[in-house]
């Protein structure tokens, strides 16, 4: 076809299905495939993934470690806004989603690409994630997107495929897969198959990244994490990098049980799912950078930031994260970090990340003016003029409740 796109950045993982897409690229459009693979802490040997590449005659194989800007670039500007999705969904797959659209774009200009192509379902939220990342930065490129094109449509017809095409097929994957998964520094998820029925609870060999809180250790442990700007930067007085830190916080997330949430949420694309999600490191984040906030942040701009975060947790789950939008909020967000900085001490015991203790040179927290002994900072006879101003207007409603009859105006 003339319109056949010649040369294509594919998001490759490696796996069955990518490597499925790639030889169906190649033989669907003539094709010239180059494919990236990010290492965004998934804890895969991505090496794999090369060999894979070149067995399927890939000359171009991009393999990156994106794990420091990930984490310095996505993850933590995102939880400088507290953000969660639903009230509970730490966002961990859609945060992952621009950065790796962002680097294929920019590979598709290095190599004179004239398409990209991801291996998202026409089901789930991330063909929507990666496809708006794609065009916000390149307008004019073109998407394939294989799942909503090809006849593929059965387990038993990609593996027919793979069959004709000799790619590899490892044994496990010839029957049904119990459930899927999708992993990177910040999170687990896993859906679909044995999870799809929302009343049966996920069995335990489920969980891969947190050990069972019920078996964790009996006495809890303490750990104390140091911020600036709105960033944690050290554990125990132990300066890291932030992909470093975040691993860190995962290990001691997984030994405690950390981070597990079952939840049944909204796609952006209309359907409900119900995915098993495992942010122990994140949730450790999420409290602490709670209670650094908590000493530090004025109370109108905390509010704000509680009224504004479910919009922009909204924003990053249906893949507009280079969104004006999305872009403003931020720039609120982070001018209200400058003075979050200090340290927290959380207590991580049986699966629950507590808060017990937090200081701050900008410390907004006076002990003169909320201690029960005797002040000379703050005269409580004023709280009596701030009580009836406040009471007027329902002083005011009450009265006119007690009119017997309304007015006539004939």
Known sequence: MSSSPMKVVLAYSGGLDTSIILKWLQVTYDAEVVTFTADLGQGEELEPARKKAELLGIREIFIEDLREEFVRDYVFPMFRANTVYEGQYLLGTAIARPLIAKRQIEIAAAVGADAVCHGATGKGNDQVRFELGYYALNPDIKVIAPWREWDLTSRTRLIEFAEQHQIPIPKDKRGEAPFSVDANLLHTSSEGKALEDPWAAAEEFV????????????????????????????????????????????????????????????????????????????????????????????????????????????????????????????????????????????????????????????????MAHVTFEEDSVYDQRDAEGFIKLNALRLQLLKQRGRVQEPPSYE
């Open 207 to 366: 969980y891969s990244r947190t050990d069972n809180p019920v078996s964790a250790p009996d006495e809890p442990e303490f750990i104390d994490i140091d911020f600036e700007k709105g960033d944690a930067v050290a554990i125990n007085g132990t300066a890291m990098s932030p992909a470093t830190l975040l691993t860190a916080l995962n290990d001691h997330g997984r030994r405690h049980g950390i981070g597990r949430l079952d939840l049944l949420e909204n796609r952006f694309v209309g359907m409900k799912s119900r995915g098993i999600y495992e942010t122990p490191g994140g949730t450790i984040l999420l409290a602490a950078h709670r209670g650094i906030e908590s000493i530090t942040l004025d109370k109108g701009a905390m509010h704000l930031k509680d009224e504004i975060m479910p919009k922009y947790a909204e924003l990053i789950y249906n893949g507009f994260w280079f969104s004006p939008e999305r872009e403003m909020l931020q720039a609120l967000i982070d001018t209200s970090q400058d003075c979050v900085c200090g340290t927290v001490r959380v207590r991580l015991y049986k699966g629950s990340a507590q808060v017990v203790g937090r200081k701050s040179p900008m410390s907004l927290y006076s």
